[in-house]
């Protein structure tokens, strides 16, 4: 079974959004288990790798949800707009 699992840095970057964009935030992650690997489900989603093991999962327009796969769980790291994706990865990636 796949869990979904959450890196402490995740849980302090979930701290900037409201109740109502956490809960849409929560219902995107859940989904991952069931669709990821299979293309065609999750293109809605916007799932790419975007570097090394790293791999995106859009939420909305403005949210990306960073996550990798250990184990087959999926191990959350950070949600953020673009550019604070971006600077989490120089700083991280």
Not at 21 to 43: C, M, R, S, T, Y
Request: hydrophobic share 45%; with cysteine.
């Amino acid at each position: 079974m796949n869990r979904i699992l959450a890196d402490a840095s995740y849980l302090r970057s979930l701290k900037k959004y409201s109740e109502t964009e956490i809960n849409d935030i929560k219902a995107a992650v859940v989904q991952l288990p069931d669709i990821f690997g299979k293309p065609h489900i999750h293109a809605g989603l916007g799932i790419r790798k975007i570097h090394k093991r790293i791999v995106e999962l859009r939420c909305g327009l403005k949210v990306r949800i960073l996550f990798v796969r250990d184990s087959g769980d999926f191990v959350l790291l950070f949600a953020g707009d673009h550019d604070q994706v971006a600077r989490w990865l120089k700083e991280n990636g």
